[in-house]
């Protein structure tokens, strides 16, 4: 049996786009990077494991703000090259900013305007 991590079509960086998608309410929550170590991971212990590529590293989502996100199921995109994961988003807040999910803001005849609340200071999640 060929390793299900081969049938991923992997960019050149060695990457996958990553949709994280609320069980439940099927509300798309954040896109994220995996590689080929996090996916595993995230198959294994059943918690988002994600690559940041800004800081060329792994990070398990929530390991700083306690907003883990735990792994019901994860499906690939008829192409390979998406991977979705069903989670149940464990603090409410999916983004960084503190919001519920990340696309928080909508294009409006003036432009991006933030149409989602703030539910967590992001300075006491983070410490900064």
Request: hydrophobic share 35%.
């Amino acid at each position: 049996m060929s390793d299900w991590l081969d049938e991923i079509q992997w960019n050149e960086s060695g990457l996958v786009p990553v949709i994280a998608q609320e069980e439940g309410s099927g509300r798309v929550l954040m896109l994220a990077w995996m590689n080929r170590e996090a996916l595993k991971l995230t198959a294994e212990e059943k918690v988002a494991v994600y690559w940041s590529r800004s800081r060329r590293k792994l990070w398990r989502k929530g390991e700083t703000s306690g907003n883990r996100q735990i792994v019901c199921e994860i499906r690939l995109d008829c192409d390979g090259d998406t991977v979705l994961l069903t989670v149940r988003q464990e603090g409410g807040v999916a983004c960084h900013t503190g919001r519920h999910h990340c696309f928080y803001r909508r294009l409006e005849d003036t432009g991006w305007q933030c149409v989602e609340p703030v539910l967590k200071d992001p300075e006491v999640m983070y410490g900064h």
